[in-house]
């Protein structure tokens, strides 16, 4: 069990990694449609901006892409062996797999009024509460997802410790700086 959620690359890659991480990424963004849950970024969350639908599906496409093409050719660059796209493709969109829970929790979310707020004081305790509880289970889903892209990443590219930790922070920052680009320019001028 413990293999299957924090490694299951050991035993699931190339397109069968490929084919079950799409299918996660698919229902994953069924659900957050419906809880308003976005991923608009490589490693990002958010919850609660209205959008349209095709938003929901596009988000974990743009970041699997990034993803797989930013750790192919780190990997490219950083690794002594023969390594394949098909390898980096299934393990990150397998790797993706948590944030199917947190699309789960963002029902959890209290929604909020930005504009009848002042301040926190505004808020009710338990409001207060779950938005605390909400937001430090989403953490550790996204750290929990973090951890499974260092797997993918360190598997696919084959990898040592040390070239694979700064290979792999480079990387992670340089999608999350393409992804972010990417997804300013989509929300700005076809998401609203």
Partial sequence: MKQILFNPFRTIAGAKALLIGWIIMLITACIAMYSQCHFDGAIDVHIGRNTTAIAYFLEPLVNWSVLTVIFYFTGLLLSTSHIRWIDFAGTVALARYPYLLAAFIAFAMPTLDPESLTNFRDIDTS?????????????????????????????????????????????????????????????KNLFL
């Fill in 127 to 187: 409001t207060l509460a779950s938005l605390m509880i909400t937001s430090i289970l989403i953490l550790l889903v996204s750290i929990w997802m973090i951890g499974l892209l260092y797997r993918a990443f360190t598997i696919s590219g084959n990898l040592r410790e040390r070239q694979a930790v700064w290979g792999f922070i480079i990387a992670l920052i340089l999608s999350e700086l393409i992804t972010g680009i990417i997804f300013h320019y989509l929300y």
